[in-house]
């Protein structure tokens, strides 16, 4: 990649400049931001454009040096969720459209999300600028894991996205197994499927000053027994699953009640606005308000020591295309226990950094975290493990591998104009 060159981003259904764990915002958020600030490290200006979702900000705000966030004007500002969002997709494509017509010449658009990838298939075909795509998620993967209650991802997202598919120059995917769902699933041609695992930032989430040090700067007992769960508050990250598990902890082990405790950190997530709610009757009606504490979204910068503070953090999803929340709570030293699901199988290295779960069973989460609970020396030297493996996740690899990509997709486009004669 040229030292010149410059990237078009588009993630319109939620922006980097939110807060992560609300809303919409979580793990591609972090994603997005954190690739374009290591490619821009590296000489490759990325302008990110994302749907205006707060009348306070200015058009243009730069995120770091080298990277823009730039607001496209479509829809009400405010109120619009993402299942709404579908509707202005062709107002959000001629604003992008026009957007690129300026004066700067974008070499790649890369678009994140399926409703992202359908805004910048008309601007790719008429400008003729390649388009790379990364799903994050999949409807139909998502569709065959669905928690109790879950409403099913509508055909309409299924056939944006295999539409998104026919149209990319490229596929980006988190892991293996996701590019092999691509393929599977979505008829996607292998060859046009990258994989470029996400990262974590092993400057940020570290160790630190230990556990200890860690509990004390927020107050916890340096006896307690901490389990975490950190993420968005909505059916398919699981959370009930954490909190039914602690209930069937408590029940069978009574002695570990006095000093258990477990954080669920996060916010409502999208329409589930009474997610939080009711999961907090949930506690109540489980007897266990003692043992399970409810936190808002935590800062990133304070995020590392709440890692810290745990014993274990879990991640108790029904599907995730990878899973950063495991990445950052290893790079603190945290062992992870995570559903045996898409891309946790690579964020996690089983046995050795954490342990996987297979299924959704409270009774099973509850054997497998009050053994780890007992087993401190078990915990010691997943520890260990959780930070070797991590290591090996930085963002510069994931801005490495994905300018890879563009190299390649670019090398291809000139090629064919070569052959075609423009």
Not at 16 to 23: F, K, R, S, T, Y
Not at 117 to 124: H, K, Q, R
Not at 317 to 343: H, I, M
């Amino acid at each position: 990649m040229q030292m010149k060159a410059h990237i078009a981003t588009l993630m319109v259904h939620t922006s980097p400049l939110d807060q992560p764990g609300i809303g919409d915002a979580g793990g591609m958020n972090i994603y997005v931001a954190e690739s374009a600030k290591r490619m821009a490290a590296m000489g490759v200006k990325v302008d990110i454009f994302t749907r205006r979702a707060n009348a306070d900000l200015p058009d243009v705000v730069e995120l770091a040096p080298g990277v823009l966030v730039r607001h496209l004007d479509a829809g009400p500002v405010d109120g619009v969720t993402k299942e709404e969002l579908p509707q202005y997709i062709p107002e959000l494509a001629d604003k992008f459209t026009a957007a690129l017509q300026g004066k700067t010449a974008y070499e790649v658009i890369h678009s994140h999300y399926w409703i992202s990838g359908e805004v910048g298939m008309p601007a790719s075909k008429k400008l003729n600028i390649p388009l790379v795509h990364t799903m994050h998620t999949m409807a139909k993967v998502k569709n065959l894991a669905l928690a109790e209650g879950e409403t099913p991802e509508p055909g309409s997202r299924v056939r944006g996205e295999m539409e998104v598919v026919a149209a990319a120059s490229a596929l980006i995917a988190n892991t293996d197994a996701e590019a092999a769902s691509l393929v599977s699933l979505y008829s996607a041609c292998p060859d046009i499927v990258q994989v470029v695992s996400p990262g974590v930032d092993l400057y940020t989430f570290t160790p630190g000053e230990g556990r200890a040090r860690a509990r004390t700067s927020l107050g916890i007992s340096p006896d307690a027994h901490v389990i975490t769960f950190v993420g968005r508050i909505q059916p398919h990250k699981g959370p009930e699953i954490l909190i039914r598990a602690a209930a069937e902890m408590v029940t069978h082990s009574p002695h570990l009640r006095s000093n258990l405790i477990v954080y669920i950190i996060g916010g409502a997530s999208g329409s589930g606005k009474g997610e939080v709610a009711r999961l907090q009757e949930l506690v109540k009606w489980l007897g266990i308000v003692d043992v399970v504490r409810f936190l808002p979204p935590v800062a990133r910068e304070d995020l590392p020591n709440w890692y810290r503070t745990a014993d274990l953090v879990c991640v108790p999803s029904y599907s995730e295309s990878f899973g950063l929340v495991a990445l950052e709570a290893q790079a603190c030293g945290t062992p992870v226990v995570a559903t045996a699901v898409g891309g946790l199988r690579t964020a996690i290295a089983d046995g050795i950094s954490g342990v996987l779960v297979d299924g959704h069973d409270p009774r099973a989460w509850s054997s497998v975290l009050s053994r780890l609970i007992l087993e401190p020396q078990r915990r010691v030297l997943l520890a260990m493990g959780a930070l070797e493996h991590s290591s090996h996740f930085g963002w510069d690899t994931t801005a490495r591998g994905t300018l890879d990509v563009y190299d390649h997709v670019l090398s291809v486009a000139r090629a064919a104009n070569i052959v075609s004669g423009k």
